[in-house]
């Protein structure tokens, strides 16, 4: 361990739009040289003053070989990626003395005693810290809430909001507070979080060491969303179709529907779980201590986001393009 800052960073992922965040942050504060491992044949773009390493992702000493020397492995993988690679990421990087892995579980702090049927991603974020422990590195969780850009921008089954339709479905009364957090504060956390000392200092990514890091940017409502909506788009509520859902049905609905093998339903039972008034971490922010202030994190203005977002739907964004 050193009181020196982490300088070599390996990003899983960097051309996606977590994983570019994070990779664009890093590159920013000149400390760290970022290394992406892309897909061999992957068009993707990353951000400029990454190093780009192709990696078959089906031969594991390939994997190995691309994270040898690496300090910081920050994992960003698809929903729609195969189920075995998360592991086998980080298995490799045991193999090559990465000392550190920040998992792909980016969301709402994960209860272990209340994992259920209404909560199943929770079993996936155990089960990918679970994957780290490989006998040589030591995690790093982000907890940060739902992405807001994302959440707000991709549909109905989401946040509930269909921008372009001037669409919304609150679920129950529109008014449960959860915390979000938006792309840009992820990779200003992280690269706040490896500029400190790796050790030695009051604030340091030791601290950190196989413990959970919480962020975020905002407490807000879907009400809340609407009203940010409004003062962007220059609208009212009249200039919306609002409609009502009981959230314990939108839940069950999705889950049904994900069952049957409808893609959908996952979103609507994922979301619809963090708005249970049961849910106890979904305002985590309100509840629990978070890295903000020790990270020194900006507080960030909601209307500016909402605004990027607007943006991102006018332009035609689309997540699953192939």
Known sequence: MSTKHIEKVAIVGASGRIGGAFAEALAKTGKHTVTALTREGSNGQVP?????????????????????????????????APEDLHKRIATAAGKAGVPYIMPNTYSYPVIPESINKENPY?????????????????????????????????????????IKDRKVTFFDDGNRTVTVSTWDQCGRALAALLSLPESGASSSVADFKNEHCRIFSFRVSQRDMLDSLHRVLGTTDADWEITFEPVAKRVKDGTEEMANGHFLGFPKMLYGGVFLSSNET????????????????????????TKRTVEMVENGWNPFAA
Not at 49 to 78: C, M, R
């Open 122 to 162: 929770g079993k996936v974020v155990i089960d990918r810290i679970n994957d780290t422990k490989n006998g040589v590195s030591s995690f790093v969780v982000l907890e940060c809430g739902f992405w807001y850009e994302w959440s707000l921008a991709t549909g109905e089954q989401w946040f509930g909001f269909t």
């Open 282 to 305: 979904s305002d985590f922010a309100a509840t629990m201590s978070t890295a903000n202030e020790a990270l020194g994190l900006p507080v960030e203005d909601l209307d500016k986001a």
């Open 48 to 80: 400029n003053n990454v190093k780009v390493i192709p990696v078959n992702y089906e031969d594991d000493a390939s994997i190995i070989k691309a994270l040898e020397g690496q300090q910081f492995l920050v994992i960003t993988i698809g929903v729609r």
